[in-house]
């Protein structure tokens, strides 16, 4: 049994007292993270040449469909 380190004072819960979250598309509750590159044009930056930024992103493990995580919350 993993408790959940919660402030003190505060109720702890197990894992398993939470509510899973699955894909929509195949419903498998397994999710990997990857790496989404996006670019953002010197004229936004300012600088001579184009940045490369990183965004964390979950996939599903199962049928590679990313999950939208402003809709999760």
């Not at 959940?4 to 509750?29: A, F, M, R, W, Y």
């Not at 964390?56 to 469909?65: L, M, R, S, T």
Request: one cysteine or more; aromatic letters at 6%; a negative charge.
């Amino acid at each position: 049994m993993d408790l959940l380190p919660i402030e003190p004072g505060k109720v702890q819960i197990t894992s398993d007292q939470l509510d899973g979250i699955c894909c929509n598309s195949c419903e498998s509750e397994y999710f990997k993270q990857v790496i989404m590159l996006k670019r953002i044009s010197k004229l936004y930056t300012g600088t001579t040449k184009d940045k490369i930024v990183t965004i964390p992103v979950f996939i599903c493990d199962a049928c590679g469909e990313s999950i939208d995580m402003e809709k999760l919350a």
